[in-house]
């Protein structure tokens, strides 16, 4: 599982606190008459709204269905002092938490080791770096590429099975993103073979990457649906853990396209 070192948490915690703080603005400039309170009761399956003066409840009035307009103000601006109430709150934990940090986390406690203490100790918690290490040095099986058939080679000296391939393989190499090619998997009670195994080593998730290459010939099509179908109905679904690029043979891939959605959900 993926821990937020201080740093990251120190800047959601800045960013938070500057868009509670645009809130409040927004919130600041809202004006709403504070001589008036409502009051709301249920009547059999509807709500009753009354308005009454603030401080005198015995000087109140039950609203028409004309008047709801009254109450929606009224309701608004109630809630929103709840809202302005909270946000104030929370800002000044936000500030008191921020300024409170101690200056060495444990984080820090690995990284300050000498090269021969690192040798020597095991970290609490892996950083990026070894994560990534460690899950790019496991040991698979992967599909076999039959003899006869032409491989094409990467930039990482994997034999892969199109010039796609390569070309995906090759912009998660020099991107630095960690990767398996064919490394199996168990989806229901098969084991399928996804085209890559990617890591977005920040928050340590895995992604599987689909490259649809001939979506124009009819059977392909037909088993790639399938594929696909298979990979939902075990919870592995596109935008989510499943990442997939096309092509057709008039319509070739586009490496900025690739490269995009290295950008969008492995950096």
């Known amino acids: 599982m993926k821990t937020t070192n201080k740093n990251e948490f120190l800047e959601y915690l800045k960013k938070r606190r500057l868009y509670l703080e645009q809130l409040t603005g927004k919130l600041a400039k ?39 307009d009254i109450a929606r103000k009224l309701a ?19 500030s008191k938490y921020v300024n409170g940090f101690p200056d060495k986390s444990y984080e820090d406690i690995y ?23 460690a899950w790019q040095e496991e040991k698979f099986v992967g599909k076999k590429i039959q003899v006869g058939t032409v491989g094409f080679e990467t930039q990482k000296g994997e034999i892969v099975r199109s010039k796609s391939e390569v070309i995906i393989a090759d912009a998660l190499y020099y ?19 996804p085209d890559f195994t990617v890591l977005n080593v920040k928050t340590r998730k895995e992604y599987y990457w689909e490259h649809l290459g001939m979506l124009d010939e009819e059977e392909y099509l037909n ?13 592995i679904r596109e935008g989510e853990n499943l990442i997939i690029s096309r092509e057709t043979r008039f319509h070739p891939l586009n490496t ?8 969008h959900y492995l950096n």
């Not at 991107?175 to 073979?193: L, M, Q, S, T």
């Open 30 to 68: 809202n004006k709403y008459r504070d001589d008036i309170n409502l009051k709301v009761e249920k009547r059999n399956k509807s709500s009753q709204y009354i308005i009454y003066k603030k401080g005198k409840p015995s000087e109140f009035k039950y609203l028409k269905k004309s008047e709801l």
């Open 76 to 94: 608004q601006r109630d809630y929103e002092k709840q809202v302005m109430k909270a946000i104030v709150q929370e800002l000044k934990c936000i």
């Open 111 to 133: 990284n300050g080791l000498s090269m021969g203490r690192k040798a020597v100790v095991t970290p609490i918690v892996l950083t990026d770096e070894q994560y990534a290490k």
């Open 175 to 193: 991107a630095n993103i960690p990767y398996h090619y064919e490394k199996p998997i168990k989806v229901g009670d098969r084991v399928i073979y």
């Open 223 to 235: 088993n790639t649906i399938l594929k696909l179908e298979l990979y939902e109905q075990n919870n």
């Open 256 to 263: 900025s396209n690739v490269k995009d959605k290295i950008k």
